[in-house]
């Protein structure tokens, strides 16, 4: 059978593991493999609800939080910001917030129209002053600390641990994809290790592209499986194996997004990005989390402008994701969590510009949130050296992902109990 | 009565166990540097792979100006690397900022601050350069196994930029790596608790009398010298901690701050009295468990990276362990009766190391001639194979072995052959081809006969068996073949030239043994 090319897709048709497991899985998994028999989407654990996916979207460089939710009711925002502050809805100039909340003083951003739709649609849990403990004010240090869900910034991702402690000691097979240059420290588990590619285009041989004659014997070398002969368990056995499963994941992801999308999306990074994420659910790809990223909002200097743009490039992404899987039908299974590593200082600098700071709002998006604004808005006067004081722990925004809406053991996978955010319907 | 360190009978190094040889110990060879080495013989040959020239003095910074500075003396040297890129404000510049924030005058505190992010910029760029400068360093080197052994110590001492941003405190530490990579052991061990990079990856700097931090005492053991569990307790830990209290850095020098150490009594491993660092160091030294730690670790390196050794492979590292404690920590002469044994070059051992992103690179540019191309584009494709270099992951290092391998770097690892074979790129779209052009044809030279005739089979036979470290499996052959058939009906004679053997490297590139040596 390992001789036979395809191998892996014929295993994949009965809902089996990978072929470089194929030798070491143990049997009680290839059985429960084979008891979800003709469905692609590989169910490991009985009651969990295998259908559910989580997108992660990262804003990288610290988005200024202040400046997205903007919370006009309290006259110490335009006072510690009298160039860059973001006008109270119904007030003059160029930059005028979208009304969230009135109640709470909060809008949006004038330029995250297309979110402020998703929002009033009821698809948008907004949740606000998201930090933890003693902030640390590094970019890297801050993104660790976020993408390792521990505050010593160590150890594997908790995206990674989510899959390492569902999936029965064995990795699924693109059951994460990262769409970006390398696949991020989240993702990363003990197990569970993330496809991640930039150009979908560029996941595969590019030997092909120097001459067609190349092809043929590319594919009887890395669709062979392993040869006879190689003795099994060994490096190159393994090796000859790992060859097939790329090849199989290559033309599966290559094939999902050569379809055009159901709807337009803007043409800039996120959005081809997100284009790629929704081409690959509506194929049916078994992944559980995808995972996005887009830089740029380090804005210590003249953002105004340049802060809006970055901010519309979201929203627009974001939205038309949106509508996507509406279309697709896949609206019910996709939630969507936006965020930064910290979020800036709340007195603007001398530069037009803002400081790293600490907390900062996140979204949440999707048909399966609780909509509205969650949490009270950080007081803008009450500082610690300068800096907002977090009112929700980012862990519980992560333990209502992973609890509430994935059905996985929160606490286990963040190595501590954190209440539940509540920001999805359980 | 023999064991796996048996030495090899001499008639037994032949072309394969040369090539084997250069490319453990090194980073491969070409087909002519191969036959050199075997008419050397192993002795000739291990006196130049192992016994390579480290006496020169060599401190960060000082370079022989009559060298050239990649061949001869440290890397990161003046001129090409400056020390003072990342450096405390000066004493006027801190009191600019205290009478700016004294007065709210904000332009100068923004002006300030606007030249330390360009310092952390420039700072970043050097390390930048330094990457690309240590890869090519590898390439170049006469010296092969002194850039592996800094190679390997730099994944056993791992420490991150990303974590102490300082370019030149990376560049102190691997000079220290490269000047005593092959001398004894402990010089390594008490040049790590003294080094301002590791002091400050793992917090040592905060490291305090009344506030003991355990981090770098903790990993000393675990990580750097007798493996987790290995011979010692969580006492030892809190004990060697204090040891080390007093041990941070000023500028960009080791510096021990009496006042913070902890001068108390301590007891650890067996140790007792007013132990400080070295003493800690010593204790630690003493261990049986250090030196099988150690030597577990030279075997997954150099011999056999597999999952579970076998049982030769375990009796090796037991005798391995043993030889290097007879050596007194000595770390070349240990190695050289490792490249010696017949264990090293058994079958079991051969192909059976995966290689790392860097030796992937830098053995096809070496083995093959290639050009070296774009250092840059190569640290990229690094990076998305899991490892750029003064980056590792973690304290832990790379794992390697089968970590390096999934699906997404596999097609990365065969698609930065064809950039070095043709010169297209890895990445994006850009597929002009790179002005170096390459001409393989040295590879097969040797086989011409008499009228300058080459015979195609066995001209194929043996690239396909020198690119892939030594032996090809008769299923790629028949591959091979059916590919140049394909391309060429007639004329069999001539079939070979200079671009069907780039596009045969091609293939050997993405075959799945390519990823072993």
């Not at chain 1, 041989?205 to 392993?226: C, F, Q, T, V």
């Not at chain 2, 990376?170 to 490269?178: G, I, P, T, V």
């Not at chain 2, 999934?406 to 081809?433: C, H, K, M």
Request: glycine share 10%.
């Amino acid at each position: 059978m390992q001789n036979t090319p395809f191998t892996r897709r014929l295993f994949l048709q009965r809902g089996c593991a990978l072929a470089s497991l194929a030798a070491t899985v143990p049997c009680f998994i290839e059985r429960s493999a084979l008891g979800v028999l003709g469905n692609p989407l590989l169910s490991s654990n009985p009651g969990v609800p295998d259908h559910r996916i989580l997108v992660v979207v990262q804003l990288g460089g610290g988005n200024d939080g202040l400046n997205t939710v903007i919370p006009y009711g309290d006259p110490a925002y335009f006072n510690a910001r009298p160039q860059i502050a973001v006008q109270a809805p119904g007030g003059t100039g160029n930059t005028v917030a979208l009304q969230l909340d009135q109640n709470a003083g909060v809008g949006l951003h004038p330029a995250m129209t297309s979110l402020k739709e998703l929002y009033d649609e009821g698809l948008v849990s907004v949740v606000q002053g998201v930090g933890y403990p003693n902030p640390n004010r590094s970019h890297f240090t801050s993104m660790d600390i976020w993408q390792t869900g521990r505050l010593d910034a160590k150890g594997s991702g908790w995206i990674g641990r989510y899959f390492d402690a569902t999936c029965n000691g064995t990795p699924i097979p693109e059951g994460s994809v990262a769409v970006g240059r390398t696949a991020p420290l989240a993702m990363e588990g003990n197990i569970q290790k993330p496809i991640s590619f930039e150009n979908p285009a560029l996941f595969r041989w590019l030997g092909e592209d120097l001459h067609g004659s190349m092809k043929d014997p590319y594919d009887a070398i890395n669709r062979a499986g392993s040869l006879a002969g190689t003795p099994a368990e060994t490096q190159k056995d393994f090796l000859m194996r790992t060859a097939l499963d790329a090849q199989v994941a290559s033309e599966r992801i290559l094939a999902a997004v050569a379809k055009q999308p159901l709807v337009r999306y803007p043409d800039h990074a996120l959005a081809r990005q997100l284009r790629t994420v929704g081409a690959m659910i509506r194929d049916g790809m078994p992944t559980r989390v995808y995972y996005a990223t887009m830089g740029g909002f380090d804005t210590h200097s003249a953002q105004a402008g340049r802060h809006g743009q970055l901010l519309r490039q979201v929203s627009e992404s974001v939205a038309a994701f949106q509508r996507d899987l509406k279309e697709q039908g896949n609206a019910e299974r996709v939630v969507t969590l936006v965020f930064s590593e910290f979020g800036r200082r709340v007195k603007q600098n001398g530069s037009g510009g803002t400081d790293h700071g600490t907390a900062a709002p996140v979204f949440v998006i999707g048909a399966g949130v609780k909509p509205g604004v969650v949490g009270r808005h950080p007081s803008l006067v009450d500082l610690d050296q300068g800096d907002l004081k977090f009112g929700v722990d980012f862990r519980s925004v992560y333990a209502s992902l992973l609890g509430d809406w994935m059905k996985a053991p929160a606490d286990q996978i963040l190595r501590g109990q954190f209440a539940s955010a509540g920001v999805v319907r359980a | 009565m023999e064991h796996p360190l048996t030495p090899l009978l001499k008639k037994d190094f032949d072309f394969a166990a040369a090539l084997h040889l250069l490319n453990r110990a090194g980073f491969g060879g070409t087909p002519q540097q191969v036959q050199a080495l075997v008419e050397m013989g192993l002795d000739g040959a291990l006196d130049v792979l192992v016994e390579y020239d480290t006496s020169e003095p060599r401190k960060p910074g000082e370079r022989s100006e009559t060298e050239p500075p990649r061949d001869r003396g440290p890397l990161f040297a003046n001129g090409e690397f400056r020390p003072d890129v990342l450096r405390e404000p000066t004493p006027e510049e801190r009191e600019a900022l205290r009478r700016a924030r004294t007065q709210g005058d904000e332009e100068t505190i923004a002006r300030l601050e606007a030249m330390r992010q360009q310092r952390e910029r420039d700072d970043r760029a050097q390390l930048a350069l330094m990457q690309k400068s240590w890869l090519q360093r590898m390439i170049e080197t006469p010296r092969p196994l002194e850039e592996k052994l800094t190679l390997f110590w730099h994944g056993h001492f791992a420490t991150g930029y990303r974590t102490i941003e300082n370019s030149w405190h990376m560049a102190l530490q691997n000079e220290m790596f490269r000047r005593y990579g092959s001398g004894e052991f402990q010089t390594l061990v008490r040049g790590i608790i003294s080094d301002p990079a590791m002091l400050r990856y793992l917090d040592n700097n905060q490291n305090r009398r009344r506030s003991p931090n355990e981090n770098l005492a903790r990993e000393l053991l675990e990580l750097f010298t007798l493996g987790e569990g290995n011979g010692y307790s969580e006492r030892d830990i809190k004990e060697g901690a204090r040891a080390l209290t007093g041990r941070t850095y000023r500028g960009n020098d080791f510096f021990f701050d009496k006042d913070q150490f902890d001068a108390g009594p301590k007891s650890i491993l067996g140790k007792n009295g007013n132990l400080d660092g070295n003493a800690f160091v010593a204790a630690i030294l003493e261990r049986p468990e250090c030196p099988q730690y150690i030597a577990r670790k030279f075997y997954r390196f150099f011999v056999n990276d597999a999952p579970k050794l076998s049982r030769d492979g375990e009796e090796c590292v037991v005798r391995l362990a043993q030889e290097f404690r007879r050596n007194e920590g000595r770390i070349r002469p240990t190695l050289r009766t490792l490249f010696r044994s017949r264990h090293f070059y058994a079958p079991e051992n051969r192909l059976a190391v995966i290689k790392s992103p860097t030796q992937l690179m830098v053995q096809t540019v070496r083995s093959l001639g290639t050009p070296p191309r774009e250092m840059k584009s190569l640290i990229d494709a690094g990076d998305l194979m899991g490892q750029q270099l003064f980056q590792p992951p973690s304290v832990k290092g790379w794992d390697g072995g089968r970590a390096w391998i999934n699906t997404a770097t596999l097609f990365v690892r065969q698609n930065i052959v064809i950039y070095l074979v043709t010169g297209r790129r890895p990445q994006g779209f850009d597929w002009s081809e790179s002005e170096m052009s390459y001409d393989s044809l040295p590879l097969v030279e040797h086989l011409r006969d008499a009228r300058g005739g080459l015979e195609t089979s066995e001209a194929m036979r043996v690239l396909a068996s020198f690119a892939l470290g030594g032996s090809v499996a008769p299923e790629r052959l028949a591959q091979l073949e059916a590919f140049l058939d394909n391309l060429d009906s007639s004329g069999r004679a001539t079939a070979i030239t200079n671009d069907r053997i780039k596009a045969l490297l091609c293939l050997i590139g993405a075959m799945p043994e390519y990823q072993l040596c």
